[in-house]
């Protein structure tokens, strides 16, 4: 019977697990890759990027344009077909198509399109750069949480450790083998132990509300931090690199760093494009016209007739008949209009710069300015960067020690405790004593969870610098 029931625990145990969302790390990270806000913006950056690129490069190609224009004239107008004055009301309709091309420009259209080139690359490398800033932040918030976890259980550990003390003295006042004021110092301990429960709960609460905001997950996800794996705690390569090894391998592959080489370069693109309104630019045009007219029309030959004129030969009058050929008028066809009124140009176009009333020295100027800027900005990148990396090299390496120093500490203090406890049950010891040896433990306990956490949060987030964090 105590078998069945052992089973059907263990299998009520299991399948409320089941129910609850278990989230290790690497979950959550993925989930931030997917659903940061900022990246999906930076994502968009490139799209936007992609789009001004190809507009850029699609100048190279010749333009084409088609224009029409219809229009009713009335009274004395000129016939665009014929350019002759007419009286007739009429209907004209004009269409041209354009083509240009351009041949030089000093440049310009190049480094627009190497400039664009740089602005797709810049686009790409923030998308990382953006990554690994919400990366790290997930990283750091999911250690914070899981500590919060532990030191909660710690404090419950803790309260119910007091709370059979209570009991204990509580018997022993009321046999008379102890003094009421060991059982008062017991309980003054209790209240503050409930109290410090309290606290590690709420703070466990807010870490995890905040690692739930930061993936946007629902407030009311339940929420299962796996714990690292043991072999994590464990010094690895990493650790046994130098400091200025693990800055150099981490400067190398930071997409932050590159991004900020990429905008150098494409400021110094900028001086050429600036540099560019200094030369001529010649393009090259063509047009194909052609027009219709409502006014316009042809003579059909309908034949001959006869005309009689007098005239007088030695003073006698004379009939004399002339050919005279009859014409009929009618409206020439659209399509015919169109076909024979088409006309086709081509030309050349140069413009010379002269004075350009120094807009365009200042515009290398500026672009100069933003070059300088631009350096700058690098200069200070680098020096933030190498600033949190090397905090993280050293924090990581000081954590580690710290990590072992305290888990010394936890046991010597753990054994401490114990020894106390037995002399305080045998009444050896008192309850300050007793109470001072757990507290000294749990304080320990404490330091180890914070070392043992601040180290898996550093390592973590060095992997995440060097590329190394499965990405």
């Known amino acids: 019977m105590k078998i069945y029931l052992s089973i059907a625990l263990l299998w009520m145990g299991s399948a409320a697990l089941s129910a609850q969302s278990i989230w290790t790390l690497d979950r959550a990270l993925n989930h931030a890759r997917e659903h940061s806000l900022?990246?999906?913006?930076?994502?968009?950056?490139?799209?936007?990027?992609?789009?001004?690129?190809?507009?850029?490069?699609?100048?190279?190609?010749?333009?084409?344009?088609f224009s029409s224009n219809l229009s009713n004239s009335i009274g004395r107008t000129i016939d665009p077909t014929t350019n002759t004055f007419t009286t007739e009301s009429n209907y004209n309709q004009s269409a041209n198509f354009n083509a240009g091309v351009q041949l030089f420009n000093g440049g310009l259209l190049h480094n627009r399109i190497r400039n664009a080139q740089l602005g797709k690359q810049v686009a790409a490398l923030e998308v990382e750069a953006?990554?690994?800033?919400?990366?790290?932040?997930?990283?750091?918030?999911?250690?914070?949480?899981?500590?919060?976890?532990?030191?909660?259980?710690?404090?419950?550990?803790?309260?119910?450790?007091?709370?059979?003390?209570?009991e204990r003295a509580t018997a022993e006042v009321s046999a008379g083998s102890k003094p009421e004021n060991e059982l008062l110092e017991i309980q003054a301990e209790l209240a503050f132990s409930e109290q410090q429960l309290i606290e590690a709960q709420n703070q466990q609460d807010l870490?995890?509300?905040?690692?739930?905001?930061?993936?946007?997950?629902?407030?009311?996800?339940?929420?299962?931090?796996?714990?690292?794996?043991?072999?994590?705690?464990?010094?690895?390569?990493?650790?046994?690199?130098?400091?200025?090894?693990?800055?150099?391998?981490?400067?190398?592959?930071?997409?932050?760093?590159?991004?900020?080489?990429?905008?150098?370069?494409?400021?110094?693109?900028?001086?050429?494009?600036?540099?560019?309104?200094?030369?001529?630019?010649?393009?090259?045009?063509?047009?194909?016209?052609?027009?219709?007219?409502s006014a316009r029309r042809m003579s059909i030959n309908t034949g001959t007739s006869i005309m009689n004129q007098t005239v007088y030969l030695d003073g006698n009058p004379v009939t004399v008949g002339f050919e005279n050929p009859s014409f009929r008028f009618e409206p020439i066809p659209y399509g015919e209009q169109l076909?024979?009124?088409?006309?086709?140009g081509?030309?050349?176009?140069?413009?010379?710069?002269?004075?350009?009333?120094?807009s365009t020295r200042a515009s290398v100027q500026q672009a100069k300015i933003n070059h300088q800027t631009a350096q700058i900005q690098k200069e200070q990148r680098v020096q933030q960067f190498t600033q949190e990396l090397e905090q993280t090299i050293t924090d990581l390496k000081s954590s580690h020690q710290s990590y072992i120093a305290s888990q010394k500490t936890m046991n010597a203090s753990t054994r401490f405790f114990e020894n106390i406890e037995l002399s305080y049950n045998v009444g050896a010891a008192t309850?300050?004593?007793?109470?001072?040896?757990?507290?000294?433990?749990?304080?320990?306990?404490?330091?180890?969870?914070?070392?043992?956490?601040?180290?898996?949060?550093?390592?973590?987030?060095?992997?995440?610098?060097?590329?190394?964090?499965?990405?």
């Open 38 to 65: 900022l990246i999906l913006q930076a994502r968009y950056d490139i799209a936007r990027a992609e789009a001004d690129l190809r507009a850029m490069q699609q100048q190279r190609i010749p333009s084409l344009g």
């Open 346 to 358: 081509f030309g050349l176009q140069l413009s010379v710069p002269i004075y350009s009333q120094g």
């Open 130 to 166: 953006t990554e690994e800033d919400v990366l790290l932040s997930v990283v750091n918030q999911f250690f914070q949480a899981l500590f919060a976890r532990e030191n909660v259980a710690l404090a419950s550990a803790n309260l119910e450790l007091l709370k059979s003390q209570e």
């Open 207 to 293: 870490t995890e509300l905040r690692l739930k905001q930061l993936l946007r997950l629902p407030v009311g996800e339940d929420m299962v931090l796996e714990l690292p794996p043991a072999e994590d705690i464990q010094p690895d390569q990493i650790d046994l690199l130098s400091m200025q090894d693990l800055r150099d391998r981490a400067m190398a592959v930071s997409p932050a760093l590159q991004s900020a080489d990429t905008r150098v370069k494409s400021a110094e693109v900028g001086i050429q494009i600036a540099q560019s309104q200094y030369y001529p630019s010649l393009s090259l045009g063509g047009s194909l016209s052609t027009n219709y007219s």
């Open 431 to 471: 309850s300050f004593e007793l109470i001072n040896a757990q507290n000294r433990k749990e304080e320990a306990e404490t330091n180890y969870l914070i070392a043992k956490y601040e180290y898996l949060a550093r390592k973590r987030s060095l992997e995440i610098y060097l590329k190394q964090s499965g990405q």
């Open 339 to 344: 076909q024979d009124n088409w006309g086709l």
